[in-house]
């Protein structure tokens, strides 16, 4: 050992050496063990297959308990390219009713990023049941192949599709902002499927299956504590008579226009129907799906848009009903106070224009929709003394008009609702230069035209104010969610009107009683019940004045209140009157007795001219 | 008090129970890989964990065998016992059959013996055989190179106790791995006196060729220089060997230049293994660098503590390839965690830095250069196998001691291992 003694001090080299590579090994593992975590989810993605079980869509049904929409199973043939085997192609083929060119097509599609080879992806969505069990019986043949169950909307009625609004495929932006959504899921595009799709939609289940290198699936991950069910989404309880909604429908039919119903206690909407309408069951999803979409999207008549929300028209004489009361919460006019007419408003040589009707009193120029009366009633209101410009008088007269809900989103469940129209003072500053107009300038706004813009929505709002004498309640579609009936806080507060003295608005009352008795609406009444209504022709720079009418019924504790607008109709007594009319009947009575004018109105078509269309797809 | 008589009287207790414990990691570790519930049996000769029990049990027997042998046999047969051994390596050639390219098993029926894993303890007694009657000489005060080489004829000779067996597993068998593990016998020469200049010109031709490969040869040619001239300047001070120094800088840069020409001489699986590692061009993380990629992904996703035994997913179900023999370490890594992998490490570090402490004890030289060798082929085994599951070294492919699956690998190891332990246990008889 003494030869060579002196290497004994390379041993210390030697451990030294091996040492440092342990400690290298040590820190190299720590990092990508315990610093680094992608690794983690690496694995993740590698090994765990996420299998998602769709829930059921929440029910909706009516007032009454009638079921308006439940769910259908339908079929999605799912197709993992990697996994075909000896596929007889034909056979398949004709199968599914393709040819092999459409085939390969998809096949192909299936395999290209985004879609993966060895990941399943859709190779035809939404079959049919009868399609589904055709085709299953035999699907065992085509490896690779396999059925994935989904579920599609039913509707009971074709009825009611603007308000329920529909289903389809969430789009590219949407499943990116929103973690929840998949590309391929299904979302509400509108209505309450849009509204309340937090609700409706549920939970999804997800079912965590673990994957060989292959993509083979081995069994449930950790014998599925990860797992979890599908919870089904809650039921809506909508507030929607679908007897009364199917009605309306059926008066509407061959008009353009729009209907609102709402139980004025409540802000409960019980119809709301827009004319031309579709049948919300084509467009619920399968091959039929984006043709009727399109088709519809591109009819002239704007089937797709929702008249009762979107569509602002001019009140008319409906309007009058605000100059009045705001007239008497002002103190300027009372039951007896009376104006010059002769058929047409005096200072302005007889415009508007006017029939000729006598002298009338408050209620009288209610029932008589006199033009002439209600000219002076908006000149009194803005020129009073107390303001020292007409800014401050027509800022008052607007700010009051706002507080009945137009010119503003009335806060409504069911979205897209337009705010509707009621004009700035700088808006005429514009027109007619800086303090160059004065009340009678614009006094067309009095009668409810020129530039005052209304949904039909909330014309009726404007009617539950003054079936209730001051206040209303949000307009609302959906009365409870799921078990506990709840519904958001802001559906059950009330909202007082500026105006809020009873005595002004039985003033009113009186005369829109009047309306039915003697007056524009007469021809209408209906017998054993008091209804209340206020006739308008809506001035229509395109064609033919549109017919409008509102109303309530019964006068004491009132249980409906309607508006109605027919497009291009004329004068409001002769259609939209009939129409609410026969619909307060139907809700009230529960039959309709005057069946020749029901007859009358479901057989008569009105047609629009495209032209006055055109302007309000652009609106 | 047991009889000195014994044939386990003196053996290291410690080295025993070390050895005792890998295996039965091991083995746990092989079950777990291979591990399928439709299989759960322990006693199942066709999967892989009941061949391993078998191959253990094996193993054990060998050991018992080797303890009982009189030490005196391995010092007087080491030179038979090579050339025996080398001889079965080039008949392998012969006889063998082809697996996946290589020709390096016998294959009697369903069993398989590849020679090239036993020649290592071959080489082992071999060379401590001829080392302990030798002196490493150096040539430091020798000049002229013929000389100089001349004076150091003993550690070429010595050199070729392992090189010529490495050339014949590489070239005849195919088997590259199995080859590149006999360089660690480099660090037995040292221990006895190899010229601590052969090492550090070995590194420096590895670490040139490595920065050749991954930077522009300009580049590192004029760093080389400043290097040079810094070292003259600054260290030195003076200019003397000038020719030399100027020499070894030549002979630097044409290695700098040589080196892409000695990448491409390289097999096509070799350079992208060198690829993947250096990160050279753009690696495929689903062709050629799947391997090393889903080793570490195996390996990260055990996080401090694992995933729980037998509830790794990437090595259970086969995203990492050869999980049950190369990349064994991963499914340590995974299910074990960072708590299981370092004590992994640390008992194999342990054990080799013990082999070498008990190698430093023996009073003749035959059992201490005995004892470096086993120490320095089991830190080779570790340090690769460890290093390309972590993505440290390009991959090679041999087995991690006494843990990977094989029937060769674990009796080789024993052999290897129990040789040393008897060596030990019978110091006080074996005279220098």
């Known amino acids: 050992m003494s030869r060579n003694a002196y290497l004994i001090g390379r041993k210390f080299y030697i451990i030294s050496f091996f040492l440092l590579i342990a400690v290298v090994y040590t820190l190299r593992l720590a990092y990508i063990q315990l610093w680094d975590d992608s690794y983690d989810l690496a694995a993740k993605n590698n090994a765990l297959r996420r299998m998602v079980e769709y829930p059921f869509r929440g029910y909706i049904i009516d007032r009454n308990g009638k079921p308006i929409v439940q769910n259908e199973p339908s079929f999605d043939l799912m197709v993992t390219p990697k996994e075909i085997q000896n596929c007889d192609t034909l056979a398949l083929c004709k199968l599914l009713e393709i040819t092999k060119t459409e085939f390969l097509k998809r096949i192909k599609k299936a395999i290209q990023a985004p879609n993966s080879p060895i990941k399943p992806s859709t190779f035809e969505k939404q079959m049919s049941f009868t399609n589904y069990a055709r085709i299953s019986e035999s699907l065992f043949k085509f490896k690779g192949f396999y059925f994935q169950k989904r579920s599609l909307r039913k509707y009971f009625k074709p009825v009611a599709a603007h308000v329920l609004g529909y289903v389809g495929e969430v789009s590219k932006e949407k499943a990116l902002a929103d973690p929840y959504y998949k590309e391929g899921d299904y979302i509400g595009i509108s209505g309450i499927e849009r509204s309340y799709e937090a609700e409706l939609r549920g939970k999804k289940g997800i079912q965590y299956l673990v994957t060989d290198v292959h993509n083979k699936i081995i069994g449930p991950y950790r014998n599925g504590t990860w797992d979890t069910l599908a919870v089904p989404g809650n039921n809506l309880y909508a507030s929607l008579d679908i007897d009364l909604q199917e009605y309306g429908e059926q008066l509407l039919r061959g008009k353009t226009g729009a209907i609102v119903a709402i139980e004025p206690e409540t802000g409960e909407i019980l119809a709301l129907i827009s004319s031309p309408n579709y049948d919300p069951n084509s467009l619920i999803g399968g091959k039929q799906r984006n043709q009727t979409f399109a088709r519809l999207n591109k009819d002239s008549t704007l089937p797709l848009l929702n008249r009762a929300l979107q569509g602002a028209y001019p009140p008319g004489s409906t309007f009058k009903l605000l100059g009045a009361l705001i007239a008497q919460h002002d103190g300027l006019i009372n039951r007896t106070t009376v104006f010059p007419c002769r058929g047409g408003y005096p200072p302005l040589n007889g415009k508007p224009k006017c029939h000729a009707h006598g002298v009338v009193n408050l209620p009288g120029s209610v029932a008589q929709s006199c033009n002439s009366y209600y000219a002076y009633v908006f000149k009194t209101i803005v020129d009073q003394n107390r303001f020292k410009s007409v800014y401050d008088g027509y800022n008052h007269w607007r700010d009051m008009v706002m507080s009945f809900g137009p010119g503003h989103h009335l806060g409504t469940d069911l979205p897209y609702d337009k705010p509707g129209n009621v004009p700035k003072a700088e808006y005429y500053d514009k027109i007619f230069g800086k303090g160059a107009w004065r009340p009678n300038t614009v006094v067309s706004l009095g009668i409810g035209q020129a530039e005052l813009l209304l949904v039909p929505l909330q014309m009726a709002n404007i009617i539950s104010i003054i079936a209730n004498k001051g206040y209303y309640f949000t307009p609302h579609v959906i009365k409870g969610i799921g078990t506990k009936h709840a519904i958001d806080k802001k559906f059950k507060t009330q909202h007082w009107a500026a105006v809020t003295d009873t005595n002004y608005y039985n003033m009113v009352i009186d005369g829109m009683q009047q309306c039915f008795e003697n007056g524009t609406a007469a021809a209408e009444k209906i017998s054993g019940i008091i209804a209340c209504g206020k006739t308008g022709t809506a001035e229509n720079p395109h064609g033919k004045d549109h017919s409008v009418f509102v109303g309530f019924a019964p006068r004491h504790h009132p249980k409906i209140v309607l508006a109605c607008i027919v497009e291009n109709a004329g004068w409001g007594g002769t259609w939209a009157a009939p129409i609410v009319s026969l619909m307060m009947e139907r809700y009230l009575t529960g039959k309709v007795v005057r069946l020749d004018k029901e007859k009358r109105i479901m057989e008569t078509a009105i047609k629009v001219p495209v032209k006055s269309i055109r302007k309000k797809r652009s609106a | ?432």
């Open chain 2, 1 to 432: 008090m047991r009889s000195e008589n014994s044939y386990f009287y003196g053996i290291d207790r410690l080295t025993v129970l070390i050895y005792l414990l890998l295996v039965v990691m091991g083995w746990l570790n092989v079950y777990a890989a291979v591990y399928d519930e439709k299989h759960a049996v322990i006693f199942d000769i066709s999967q892989k964990y009941g061949k391993q029990l078998i191959w253990i049990l094996g193993a054990f027997i060998l050991a018992i065998i080797i303890l009982i042998i009189d030490a005196g046999f391995f010092t007087s047969f080491a030179y038979p016992i090579y050339a025996l051994l080398l001889i079965a390596n080039i008949l392998v050639v012969f006889i063998g059959k082809e697996i996946k390219g290589s020709r390096s098993w016998f294959r009697v029926g369903d069993i398989g013996v590849q020679p090239a894993e036993f020649i290592k303890f071959a080489i082992g007694l071999a060379l401590a055989k001829f080392l302990s009657n030798q002196v490493l000489h150096d040539a430091k005060s020798v000049k002229g190179i013929l000389k100089s080489f001349w004076v150091q004829r003993n550690t070429w000779f010595a050199m070729l106790f392992f090189v010529v067996p490495l050339l014949a597993i590489k070239i005849l068998q195919n088997e590259t791995g199995l080859a590149l593990v006999l360089t660690a016998f480099i660090i037995v020469l040292y221990r006895e006196g190899l010229n601590v200049n052969y090492i550090l010109f070995g590194f420096f031709i590895i670490v040139i060729f490595i920065f050749s490969l991954s930077y522009s040869p300009i580049i590192i040619t004029l760093s080389l220089i400043g290097l040079f001239l810094f070292f003259l300047l600054f260290i030195q001070r003076n200019f003397k060997n000038l020719t030399r120094w100027v020499l070894a800088l030549g002979f630097s840069i044409m290695l700098v230049f040589g080196s892409n020409e000695m990448y491409n001489r390289l097999l096509p699986h070799q350079r992208t293994r060198m690829d993947v590692l250096l990160g050279r061009g753009s690696v495929n993380l689903k062709k050629e660098g799947y391997n090393v990629n889903q080793a570490k992904i195996a390996i990260g996703s055990g996080g401090l503590l694992g995933k729980g035994y037998l509830q790794g997913t990437q090595t259970k179900y086969h995203f990492v390839p050869e999980q049950e023999t190369d990349f064994i370490f991963c499914t340590v890594g995974e299910e074990w965690g960072f708590l299981g992998s370092i004590i992994v490490i640390a008992l194999h570090f342990t054990l080799i830095i013990r082999i070498i402490t008990l190698a430093e004890r023996q009073r003749s030289d035959y059992s201490r250069i005995y004892g470096y060798a086993v120490a320095s082929i089991l830190f080779f085994h570790v340090t690769v196998n460890i290093g390309m599951a972590l993505g440290l070294l390009p991959v090679i492919g041999i087995p991690l001691p006494f843990f990977s699956y094989g029937g060769s690998s674990i009796w080789a190891f024993t052999v290897l291992l129990f040789i040393f332990i008897k060596l030990d246990a019978s110091r006080l008889l074996i005279l220098r």
